[in-house]
């Protein structure tokens, strides 16, 4: 096992310094049996990171985009959407993006009649981006649906592992990648452009299998004047972000490989991760800081198993690494968010970053005491000005004077002389009664009505003064509350 890995590090040593990209043509390498790196990914135990201590430097590409699979890969992983559900989903995706096709495309079905119409419905509403792309498996056949469909861009799923061509396929890696290079021919000659999707790459035979192929798709690119767009994804969320890592586990080194030994253009290359490992987007940024210039992801990340990359993280890592949102628009992820729990009955998870109801809320009063001096103590960027969502408290035990001062002072709006101190005798009655119930027994935090209901029995003028600023849903709460 080390031989081997000493191998593969003088291989890449050696595509690192251009001593061999000078071969013209690359061939595939058929073995008798299955390369599966056991010494990685031992099955019974968790899969193992080797480093080879090469080092590549950062290549941001001039442009970045992010791409959507809510609709494909999305949907495998939840009941269907219907058509209307799509076109509404469709229509945030495109106010999200904004007018610089932030979010360049939106991939889609083709297989069944309600996939069929959903995509003429999006198209009829006549947005340049996201562009409609399709998905099909290498099969020609399916090509007559793209075509149909009027798409100009369809992902065709070439898994590339020895695990899916010796164990799925039951093949040779020869034959298994004529016949992705057959399909992708005819795709050329349709007209329509090939994004070729190296699935379970990051389990793959880097040089003697990916790096063949990919260099033959840039030479069908060559002789038909069309894209040949590669994704390559990491199916299994084993991808690593880290650069001194080795292939075929490395992000940044396989993103480096696809772009300097094969050939692939960064606006050609597109990275599509899984979060088995919490590192969707670690390694998709990673995609991007090393010269992949499409990045795949869902809505709220749901997607196979633990999900995907999250558009809305994409988003936020956009505008880290480019130092703008470009034109695009956040506080629709806040939209984008309701609409999934109230029309469709998707509870985002609490704690979930950007979306989640904890997000942008404390229950630690020290925490509190420092929003209610400078909200930059506490918050890594406006949340009420980016996402539209203001920062909130959930009382608690220890959410202190300073969590029903941060409370109050937020739920009415109170600015300037209005602000309320956690000082304030009124407060410290709020406080006793919030205490009473917890020392009896109560382990949940107390809802904004019920905080509502004690402001208006110790300050029964300041609900008077400011009733109108309340949020509608708080005041019917209250309201209703009372009827009781």
């Known amino acids: 096992m080390y031989r081997v890995r000493l191998a593969e590090r003088a291989e890449f040593l050696r595509k690192l310094r251009e001593e061999s990209i000078d071969t013209p043509d690359y061939e595939v390498i058929d073995s008798p049996k299955p390369e599966l790196y056991k010494f990685i990914f031992p099955f019974k135990s968790a899969p193992r990171i080797f480093f080879d201590g090469i080092i590549l430097p950062v290549e941001v590409p001039k442009e970045i985009w992010i791409t959507d699979t809510t609709f494909r890969d999305g949907q495998q992983a939840r009941e269907p959407y219907t058509v209307e559900q799509i076109v509404t989903l469709y229509k945030f995706l495109h106010r999200l993006g904004g007018e610089n096709c932030r979010i360049l495309t939106s991939e889609f079905f083709l297989y069944t009649e309600k996939d069929r119409e959903a995509v003429r419905r999006v198209k009829a509403l006549g947005y340049r981006c996201p562009k409609v792309t399709a998905w099909i498996r290498a099969n020609k056949e399916e090509l007559r649906l793209v075509k149909e469909a009027g798409i100009e861009e369809t992902g065709i799923l070439s898994s590339i592992s020895d695990y899916h061509i010796y164990y799925k396929f039951r093949s040779s890696r020869r034959k298994v990648v004529e016949k992705y290079l057959s399909v992708v021919e005819e795709a050329l000659k349709m007209g329509i452009v090939p994004r070729v999707h190296l699935e379970d790459i990051t389990r793959a035979n880097i040089f003697e299998v990916v790096v063949p192929f990919v260099k033959k798709l840039m030479k069908l690119s060559e002789k038909y004047g069309l894209p040949v767009k590669v994704r390559y994804p990491d199916t299994l969320g084993v991808g690593v972000p880290i650069p001194e890592a080795m292939l075929p586990r490395s992000i940044p080194k396989l993103t480096w490989v696809l772009r300097h030994v094969a050939g692939v253009p960064s606006e050609w290359l597109e990275f599509h991760g899984h979060n088995d490992f919490h590192l969707g987007v670690a390694n998709a940024t990673s995609a991007w800081l090393y010269g992949a210039s499409l990045n795949n992801g869902t809505l709220l990340g749901i997607g196979e198993r633990a999900g995907n990359v999250p558009i809305e993280a994409l988003v936020f890592m956009y505008a880290q690494i480019k130092h703008s949102f470009d034109g695009m628009n956040p506080k629709v992820i806040t939209e984008i968010a309701k609409y999934?729990?109230?029309?469709?009955?998707?509870?985002v998870p609490p704690y979930y970053p950007i979306v989640g109801r904890n997000f942008a809320t404390t229950r630690a009063g020290i925490h509190a005491d420092g929003l209610l001096k400078n909200?930059?103590?506490?918050?890594?960027?406006?949340?009420?000005?980016?996402?539209g969502v203001k920062p909130g408290i959930a009382i608690?035990?220890?959410?202190?004077?300073?969590?029903?001062?941060?409370?109050?002072?937020?739920?009415?709006?109170?600015?300037?002389?209005?602000?309320?101190?956690?000082?304030?005798?009124?407060?410290?009655?709020i406080y006793e009664d919030v205490m009473k119930q917890f020392e009896h027994g109560r382990l949940t935090a107390l809802s904004d009505a019920e905080m509502l209901n004690l402001v208006a029995k110790h300050m029964p003028e300041l609900v008077e003064k400011y009733w109108d600023r309340l949020p509608e849903d708080l005041r019917i709460k209250f309201l209703e509350a009372k009827k009781k």
């Open 375 to 387: 909200p930059e103590t506490y918050l890594p960027f406006d949340t009420e000005g980016i996402l």
């Open 396 to 429: 608690t035990p220890y959410a202190g004077l300073a969590g029903i001062a941060y409370w109050i002072n937020k739920t009415f709006d109170l600015k300037g002389d209005e602000v309320i101190n956690k000082k304030d005798p009124r407060v410290q009655k």
């Open 340 to 347: 999934y729990r109230d029309e469709l009955g998707y509870e």
